[in-house]
């Protein structure tokens, strides 16, 4: 839908006090069955992982990383995940992801 994936759309989730731990069992369960931590959206051109580091979300990162995300794919304005995280002072995440 609207060029999201199953995951893309875990991702992205930032509702309640308990979100980051929500989306981090939604992820793991995605990822569980197959589900690739390197789709992008073909308009925007984000990935999972551009969600996660916009929303500072180190876990679920992480996890992400772990199982085969790349973290060096620019968006469609030249930005990589690094680069949100660092607009939004996400240290650990910025850390993660050098």
Not at 14 to 29: D, L, M, P, V, Y
Request: hydrophobic share 40%; proline share 5%; aromatic share 16%.
């Amino acid at each position: 839908m609207f060029g999201y994936t199953p995951l893309s759309f875990a991702c992205m989730q930032n509702q309640g006090h308990n979100s980051k731990e929500f989306r981090f069992r939604c992820i793991k369960a995605l990822v569980k069955y197959k589900a690739s931590p390197n789709s992008f959206n073909n308009r925007t051109l984000w990935s999972p992982i551009h969600w996660l580091a916009y929303y500072g979300d180190l876990k679920s990162l992480k996890f992400l990383i772990e199982n085969g995300a790349v973290t060096v794919i620019p968006d469609f304005e030249g930005n990589l995940p690094m680069d949100l995280a660092a607009k939004f002072n996400y240290v650990e995440v910025v850390k993660e992801l050098i």
